[in-house]
Each structure stands twice: as C-alpha cells, then as structure tokens.
C-alpha cells in the first residue's frame, strides 16, 4: 500500500539542526509532490513547504525561509527536511505529508494531502 | 497571505447529534479547500476536498458545503469515533502557499 514511512524521535539542542527522513513506498515516488506540516505540542497544524520529487523543486513558506531545506534522493525514494538553527519552540511533530492525486493531474492540489507519515517528534531542549 | 479562521475552537456534543464546524476564509478561495480529522496521537486524515467531495472511504455523516469565504462541516450523526479535531485548509494560494485554519475539537459531553 501507499505510505510514507519518517525517521524515528529526535532530541537537539538550541542553535543545533535536524534532519528529518521520509520513505515512500507502493507508489511511483516522483509522481507527486511531497509537503512537510509541522504541530507543535496541542497546536495547530502549520504547512511548512513542499518538494517535487521528480525535479527537486522546492517552496517553503515565508516563515520558514532560510532555515529549511527540503532535499530528496530519487535512488532510495526519500525525502529529507533540514531545519536549522533549532530554538525551543521548533519543539513539535513534523509530518511528511503526499499530494492525493499526481502532478501530471490538472489543479493537482485541489484534492488535498491524502497520504500521510506517522510524525517525527523533535524536541528542543538544553 | 490567506487566512483561516474556524469556529468554534471547541465544542462539546453527544453521541448521536449533529455537529457543524465553521471554516472563514479573508478572502474567496471559490471551492479550494479541504476538511482533514486528527485523533489524538495520530496523523490527519483526509476526509472533503474541494469543499464538498468525500475523499474515499470516509463515512457518508460527514459532509462539506460553502464556496467563497465561508465552508462548513457538518458530521450528521456524531459517533464515538468522530470524537477528533477537525482543520480545514485552503489550496487556493496553492502551490505557492496553503494554509489551515486553527481548529476545531470535538469533544463528549
């Protein structure tokens, strides 16, 4: 079946970075894209950005510009989201997140994120 | 940027009711935008695009409707297992920006 499986908890320190991992599996990897969401601890969810698998484009939202950089490996079917410079309230769960439809589908976006990872805990402490 | 804003944050309801979530967009998003339901401890979960289509396998109670500014959910018969909190998102600004509203839990009264 279509899932993406994500790195395992993560525990950094103030000023350090994280990278986070997300397989995909049962699907034709660069077919669709591929967005990060973060959540906080019970907050909301937050969209962070997203990578095209198939060319490697990237766009991330104005609040997390020049702290993330979303990258991908097309050999193993994996994405990466680096944040950098971490401060105590990146502390959240970080989602890899699948477009439901491909990108060759017109207004591909328009059908939502259908496929979802089991989340990353990081957590920021000193 | 657009901005999301649900209502109420939270509520309480029994078993049984009907239940309407309220999603406000600061500007028209036509139809461009989807529900999604998070238990707790788990990932979201998919259930309306485009403001009214039920993703597969998602229960028939639940059911979406607006266009412009103002969306609703609404979960006709609530069950046990509905008991979550619901977002809504818009993908109007999409691909450049997408956004979710703040929220809404549901909880037993």
């Known amino acids: 079946q279509e899932q993406l499986v994500q790195s395992g908890a993560e525990v950094k320190k103030p000023g350090a970075s994280v990278k986070v991992s997300c397989k995909a599996s049962g699907y034709t990897f660069s077919d669709y894209y591929i967005h990060w969401v973060r959540q906080a601890p019970g907050q909301g969810l937050e969209w962070m950005g997203w990578?095209?698998?198939?060319?490697?484009?990237?766009n991330y939202a104005q609040k997390f510009q020049g702290r993330v950089t979303m990258t991908r490996d097309t050999s193993i079917s994996t994405v990466y989201m680096e944040l950098i410079s971490l401060r105590f309230d990146d502390t959240a769960v970080f989602y890899c997140?699948?477009?439901?439809?491909?990108?060759?589908?017109?207004?591909?976006?328009?059908?939502?994120?259908?496929?979802w990872g089991q989340g990353t805990t990081v957590t920021v402490s000193s | 940027d657009i901005q999301m804003t649900q209502s109420p944050s939270s509520l309480s309801a029994s078993v049984g009711d009907r239940v309407t979530i309220t999603c406000r967009a600061s500007q028209s998003i036509n139809t461009f935008l989807n529900w999604y339901q998070q238990n707790p401890g788990k990932a979201p979960k998919l259930l309306i695009y485009a403001a009214s289509s039920l993703q597969g396998g998602v229960p028939s109670r639940f059911s979406g409707s607006g266009s412009g500014t103002d969306f609703t959910l609404t979960i006709s018969s609530l069950q046990p297992e509905d008991f979550a909190t619901y977002y809504c998102q818009q993908v109007y600004s999409a691909p450049q920006s997408l956004t979710f509203g703040g929220g809404t839990k549901v909880e037993i009264k």
């Open positions: 990578i095209n698998p198939k060319s490697g484009d990237t």
């Open positions: 997140v699948r477009d439901q439809e491909p990108q060759s589908q017109v207004l591909y976006y328009f059908y939502g994120m259908g496929v």
